[in-house]
């Protein structure tokens, strides 16, 4: 499992040693937003090690891109997802293949909004919850679009602009620390996901 996992690393890393790291940068946030399971810290964080000036810089690139990836995940569900009284071939799709993306979460978070409101769309974007599954749903569910947006904004900018504010101030020691301790935060990261989904069901599902 680590060599593939490694693998998959080392294939976002290469990124930022190409002039396509911010484009990478861009198209990757925009779809972990909407769709794709691949986290963008991890090239946020390399192309921030080795242009530190420009951390912030990537942050902004991540962060409005990862906005427009929420909205795309909102048009999903409020544009794609119903087939008159039931699901479409979409929303079949994604109960199907994507991780923790299945139809009892999805009919549960509706109840969530209505009791949690900013704070279940802050915590989904600024932790590792799968935030595809909040954007998606929030559409479906014809949330309110200005606070959806608003709750967006402020969660996304704010994990991306706290990497590159860690970047700035240990630079290349992180970056040591992750390739020492890569497997170790491999499983912590694993623990982490896993632990997100516990939290969706059995906290705020109750």
């Known amino acids: 499992m680590f060599k593939i996992l490694r693998k998959l690393y080392d294939w976002v890393l290469h990124w930022a040693q190409t002039p396509y790291g911010p484009i990478a940068l861009f198209v990757l946030s925009f779809s972990e937003a909407s769709f ?42 409020y544009y794609l997802w119903w087939s008159g009284d039931g699901y479409n071939q979409i929303a079949h799709f994604f109960f199907n293949h994507v991780p923790g993306f299945n139809e009892g979460i999805f009919l ?11 704070i279940i769309t802050f915590t989904a974007g600024f932790t590792p919850i799968p935030f595809k599954v909040f954007t998606i749903s929030a559409g479906a569910f014809n949330i309110s679009f200005p606070f959806f947006l608003l709750a967006s904004t402020i969660s996304r900018s704010s994990r991306f602009f706290l990497v ?43």
């Open 164 to 206: 590159a504010f860690l970047i700035m101030k240990y630079g290349e020691k992180m970056d040591r620390f992750i390739n020492k301790y890569f497997n170790l935060l491999t499983i912590i990261f694993v623990l982490i996901v896993i632990g997100s989904y516990i939290v969706i069901k059995f906290v705020f599902m109750q």
């Open 36 to 77: 794709f399971p691949i986290p963008p810290d991890i090239l946020l964080i390399a192309l921030a090690i080795g242009y530190r000036k420009q951390a912030y810089k990537f942050a902004f690139i991540c962060s409005i891109a990862s906005i427009f990836g929420a909205v795309g995940g909102y048009g999903i569900g």
């Open 108 to 118: 549960d978070i509706q109840k969530q909004y209505d009791i949690y409101g900013f």
